[in-house]
């Protein structure tokens, strides 16, 4: 019977056969494809000598001239440290704490939706109070605010340079200018440059 | 003091570098001892230049052990090591743009000298100590084969074959997909294949 191409081996075919591990399938075609049966004896002797290359070796000065150049670690350092490059990883500690402040919070959090939970008439009670003196306080600043500005001596003499259309679009385009150049000058003042680091690369 | 301990060679990388972050010089001299040969190995296979290999290694390890606290006890200190031996080989020969050296010469080179310089000799007795060792080795066809393969193939292929790590430590070396390491040293395996049939021929 002559083998499909579909059943050539795959890598894993070629791993079983170096280490005697071939599935039954794989074992008959390579009783019967010429192909993979050639394929496979080179590959294994390939495997074979690869394993026979040398092992080369540095000059006999070069642990020396490592350890010329390595900055040993504080003996108070008893472990390998916590961070790696941008990546964090927490201490102990900081878990427990991170873990307690969590627990905290979400304790309280539930507790308090329970409890709100059991008694919604008290806490809609509340909340309508609250809203209520909220608003009334609100409307209250805002008629002492217009009040204290219309008794103020200058209020009529304000009140005259906006008195008509003309007057009011050319204080708003007065005022507009005014903003613009304000945003200007800032826009040049935060772009001054900043003095380079001699480390930046 | 370390000597006091059990002997270093009895501990396994972890508890090694452990010593090394309590700053025992004896600890960092043991990990280099225990790693300078598979990582000047490897990178003398990529860039097939000894001083260069030496110095590429010399500067691998001084950023592993500079950097000893932030090694994270989680992951294999070998695949940590060799990751970065990987990346210096590789970008060095990206840098270098050698990524390819034919038996006939670098690709690269714009002058007939140059191409003088980069032909890999094959049993020719008047060449650098790399070759003239090759010369003399039964795997020498093979090294020239290695040393024309892809960087991402040299390197699988050495690791796997040579070093006998595991598909996933080099996955994890490489920051490739498990799939795709086990794709390049099928690949490579067939190239290497490939080429020592022609060099039979």
Not at chain 1, 50 to 61: G, I, K, Q
Not at chain 1, 184 to 201: K, Q
Request: net charge neutral; with cysteine; charged share 20%.
């Amino acid at each position: 019977m002559k083998p499909s191409p579909s059943d050539h081996w795959s890598f894993d075919d070629y791993d079983d056969y170096e280490s005697g591990q071939l599935s039954p399938t794989a074992r008959f075609h390579f009783e019967t494809c010429e192909r993979c049966r050639s394929a496979a004896t080179a590959d294994l002797d390939l495997r074979k000598a690869l394993t026979t290359l040398e092992t080369w070796t540095p000059a006999a000065s070069f642990e020396s001239r490592v350890m010329a150049r390595v900055a040993l670690q504080p003996a108070s350092s008893t472990e390998p440290a916590t961070r790696t490059g941008q990546r964090f990883v927490v201490s102990r500690r900081t878990l427990a704490w991170a873990a307690s402040i969590a627990i905290v919070v979400v304790g309280s959090a539930t507790a308090s939706v329970l409890w709100s939970l059991q008694h919604q008439a008290l806490v809609t009670g509340w909340a309508k109070l609250l809203m209520s003196e909220s608003s009334r306080l609100v409307w209250l600043g805002l008629q002492t605010a217009t009040a204290n500005i219309t008794e103020q001596p200058w209020y009529a003499g304000l009140r005259t340079v906006w008195g008509t259309s003309t007057r009011l679009a050319l204080v708003l385009a007065a005022s507009m200018v005014a903003y613009t150049g304000g945003v200007v000058m800032m826009r040049r003042l935060l772009a001054a440059p900043a003095p380079t680091s001699a480390n930046a690369h | 003091m370390a000597e006091s301990r059990e002997p270093l060679t009895a501990l396994t990388d972890q508890e090694v570098v452990a010593l090394a972050c309590q700053g025992i010089e004896a600890a960092y001299r043991e990990l280099i001892r225990r790693y300078q040969r598979p990582v000047f190995s490897l990178i003398y296979r990529m860039v097939r230049n000894r001083e260069l290999a030496e110095d590429l290694a010399q500067e691998t390890f001084i950023k592993v052990l500079n950097a000893i606290a932030s090694y994270r006890p989680e992951f294999k200190f070998s695949s940590w090591v060799f990751k970065i031996a990987n990346n210096a080989a590789i970008d060095h020969l990206r840098r270098r743009e050698l990524d390819t050296l034919s038996l006939d010469g670098s690709p690269h080179a714009e002058t007939p000298d140059a191409v003088e310089a980069t032909v890999l000799q094959v049993g020719d007795h008047q060449e650098s100590p790399l070759e003239t060792v090759e010369a003399r080795e039964l795997g020498s066809s093979i090294e020239a084969g290695i040393a024309q393969l892809r960087p991402e193939y040299r390197t699988c292929i050495l690791l796997r074959h040579v070093e006998g790590r595991s598909y996933e430590e080099i996955a994890e070396i490489m920051g490739l997909p498990l799939g795709t390491v086990k794709t390049y040293i099928h690949r490579a395996r067939n190239e290497l294949r490939v080429i020592l049939g022609h060099l039979r021929a």
